[in-house]
């Protein structure tokens, strides 16, 4: 017997409401959606429903938004009809109603990635060639050539002909016009950065200009160079400059946002190597947040750099950061539970089973063979025989009766290792799978890790306790 749903939401959320269910393959159910005249779903109230809904449309069931907080049972003997609370993101809403739900696609983006080569003038061309193959592998669009004051770049012609040979589009970073001059006649695509006073380069060369601040944080330099190209028809990119903490930091921010503000089409870059160099925290929040800024603001390119060896997955960040905000702001959808690449230290949902679960299926358990288990009470290694519950894996040793299977015992204590940490963290923890990092590990990484935990698992198999 087939249902009618009607789904209650706000104004901005109705458009991907309707995407989500479309997507759905719910049976013979039909469904309906309903905005109720306010513009977020979360300040919708039980009073508020009640008032403004008058027609059910002969709904079976009606849904409301998670966040909407009020006395459902009211509702429901107000309407003769069940009234549920849904989840409180749409994103949920396939496994609400038990589906799997499609999956997020994070192939479109909007935002290119400018990778800098550091220190290039000391590198070989074979060098560059190298390190830029690895940032296109991680996510780069354009290679950036840093040049440095007071060393000769010799072989800057020979470094932009061989990258462009590639394929790859080549950005010069310099603050001699000389150094500008040739990457621009060599073929670079770009060159950083030239402000009023050195605006004669451009006219020099066809390599499109990142125009700064004539002195930090002069805001109307910056569009006083904007003004002139734009009047001589030549394309540029525009970067107000992004400073570190307490260095300008606030600041800087406002400058993009009046920048977008005063100049709405605009094209623009920010480099955030400031925020990510000089700031001694994991990178990918760092990046999540930067890129949901630039997402917002619509800068449509980015320069990123791997100096710190804290930083050296920032490209790959960088590259999921901006799949995310771009699915995000086309689904009118905040950027939580789109894609877990960011969350390599903790996770959203670390345990999925509760202690009674685990408990559960250890009482059916008939075999010898280990199963281990994480919960936030603790690691839980189990068989026939014992069921064992600790934070220590060394306290779990004494339990297992290994001391005369070396394999076995070396498979244990690797699996509870992974354990310890993914308690320890909030992770995900699955018995004979590397812990997941997100896209701080390179896929390369990630398939010897799987190569690596099969192995292991053959191994644990032909050493049964």
């Known amino acids: 017997m087939s249902e009618h749903l009607l789904l209650l939401t706000g104004q901005l959320a109705e458009g991907a409401l309707r995407r989500v269910m479309d997507g759905l393959d719910l049976g013979a159910t039909t469904w309906s959606v309903r905005p109720l005249g306010v513009k977020v ?43 549920e609370r849904g989840p409180d993101e749409l994103m949920d809403l396939p496994r609400y109603f038990g589906l799997a739900g499609r999956v997020p696609d994070l192939s479109a983006y909007d935002v290119r990635i400018f990778a800098e080569i550091v220190e290039a003038p000391r590198l070989s061309v074979e060098a560059i060639l190298e390190q830029a193959a690895a940032f296109r592998a991680d996510g780069a669009d354009v290679i950036d050539l840093g040049c440095l004051p007071d060393t000769p770049f010799e072989h800057l012609d020979a470094s932009v002909r061989a990258l462009k040979a590639t394929g790859v589009l080549v950005s010069v970073d310099s603050m001699q016009p000389q150094e500008l001059l040739a990457g621009g006649r060599a073929g670079a695509d770009f060159l950083l950065s030239l402000h009023e006073d050195n605006l004669w380069i451009a006219d020099r060369v066809a390599a499109c200009p990142v125009l700064v601040p004539k002195r930090p944080g002069d805001l109307p330099s910056l569009e006083r160079a904007m003004a002139r190209l734009e009047a001589n028809g030549r394309p540029y990119l525009a970067d107000p400059i992004l400073d570190p903490i307490h260095f300008g930091f606030a600041d800087s921010i406002m400058r993009y946002h009046r920048l977008r503000q005063s100049h709405p089409t605009a094209p623009m870059l920010m480099g955030v190597g400031n925020l990510t160099e000089l700031t001694e925290a994991d990178t990918t929040g760092i990046n999540a947040i930067l890129m949901g800024l630039v997402s917002e603001l619509r800068i449509g390119n980015i320069l990123t750099t791997q100096v710190s060896p804290h930083c050296r997955s920032a490209i790959r960040e960088a590259d999921r950061a901006r799949r995310i905000m771009h699915w995000a702001r086309q689904e009118c959808s905040l950027p939580r539970q789109i894609d877990g690449g960011l969350s390599a230290i903790h996770e959203r949902a670390p345990y999925p089973a509760e202690l009674a679960d685990i408990r559960a299926l250890a009482a059916a358990i008939r075999d010898p063979n280990y199963r281990i288990q994480v919960s936030a009470e603790g690691i839980h290694c189990f068989n026939r025989d014992g069921f064992h519950t600790s934070d220590d894996p060394f306290a779990l040793y004494p339990h297992l009766g290994v001391e005369q299977d070396a394999g076995h015992a070396f498979y244990l204590g690797v699996e509870l290792a992974r354990a310890q940490i993914a308690q320890q963290l909030g992770k995900r923890y699955v018995q004979n799978q590397p812990l997941r990092w997100g896209c701080v590990v390179s896929s390369a990484a990630t398939d010897l890790s799987q190569d690596h935990s099969a192995g292991t698992t053959r191994q644990k198999r032909s050493h049964k306790h």
């Open 41 to 83: 779903a979360a300040l919708m109230t039980a009073d508020l429903i009640r008032r403004r809904l008058t027609d059910t449309a002969g709904a079976d069931r009606i849904i409301i938004p998670g966040r909407c907080r009020g006395d459902l049972e009211a509702l429901s003997r107000h309407f003769g009809c069940p009234v």
